[in-house]
């Protein structure tokens, strides 16, 4: 069956190390997401990609980065990761038809000490 | 950045009891969706709303999209506790598949 998931499930790490978190969907989905949810904001966007190559800053992309080198992954990269950065990290996929909605990984949660 | 307002934040309801929660956007959307998260879970997609008053049902759910394309609702007839987590609305404004969530209604029901 296809799936979406995400790895590690849980990270501790420390101020200023690099971080990167694993999405991986076996849909084939061309659009991939990246969220954070943390308790009174609910799910905020923070990269995006329409396909092979695309990537697009969403409204908290500040302190992150993405690539996308095949369909399959779209790995989020937090470059020195800050204690504001703990929280839970989601990352999502869905076809070029809107009518299915977003599938959405396990989730990732993240601690930076 | 823009979040789509969602009330209430919170309901707690005895089950068999009916729960509504309410999405508004200060803009004309193309569509909406409708989300379910259970405790320590994933958000799931429900339901995606395109036209102007539509209502969709799914048992004892109800969506609707107001006339203006602007605000939406969910209904929960006779609440069961399969139906604990939080709802989220997710917009769509026009830019293919990116959406922007609501900051959700987290559901409880006790016995």
């Known amino acids: 069956d296809a799936e979406i998931t995400q790895s590690p499930r849980h990270k501790i790490t420390e101020t200023g190390r690099q971080v990167t978190l694993a999405c991986h969907q076996t849909?084939?989905?061309?659009?991939m997401f990246w969220y954070r949810q943390d308790l009174g904001h609910g799910l905020r966007l923070i990269h995006y990609?329409?396909?092979?190559?695309?990537?697009n800053k969403g409204e908290v992309s500040d302190g992150y980065s993405v690539s996308r080198s095949n369909t399959e992954d779209l790995p989020l990269t937090l470059e020195s990761a800050a204690s504001s950065q703990t929280s839970v990290y989601f990352c999502?996929?869905?076809?070029?038809?809107?009518?299915?909605?977003?599938?959405f990984g396990p989730g990732t949660r993240l601690t930076v000490l | 950045g823009q979040q789509v307002m969602q009330i209430p934040q919170y309901q707690h309801v005895q089950e068999g009891e009916d729960f509504t929660t309410y999405c508004n956007s200060s803009t004309t959307l193309s569509n909406i969706q409708w989300y379910k998260q259970r405790p320590g879970g994933h958000p799931v997609f429900l339901i995606q709303?395109?036209?102007?008053?539509e209502v969709k049902k799914q048992k004892r759910l109800t969506f609707q999209f107001g006339e203006a394309k602007k605000n939406s609702s969910l209904h929960i007839t006779a609440t069961q506790t399969t139906d604990v987590g939080t709802y989220f609305c997710?917009?769509?404004?026009?830019?293919?598949?990116?959406?922007?969530f609501g900051t959700g209604t987290r559901l409880q029901v006790t016995l």
């Open positions: 990609s329409y396909g092979v190559h695309d990537t």
């Open positions: 997710a917009e769509n404004t026009g830019t293919a598949s990116k959406l922007t």
């Open positions: 709303l395109v036209k102007s008053g």
């Open positions: 999502a996929s869905s076809p070029d038809t809107d009518r299915e909605g977003q599938f």
């Open positions: 849909w084939n989905h061309n659009n």
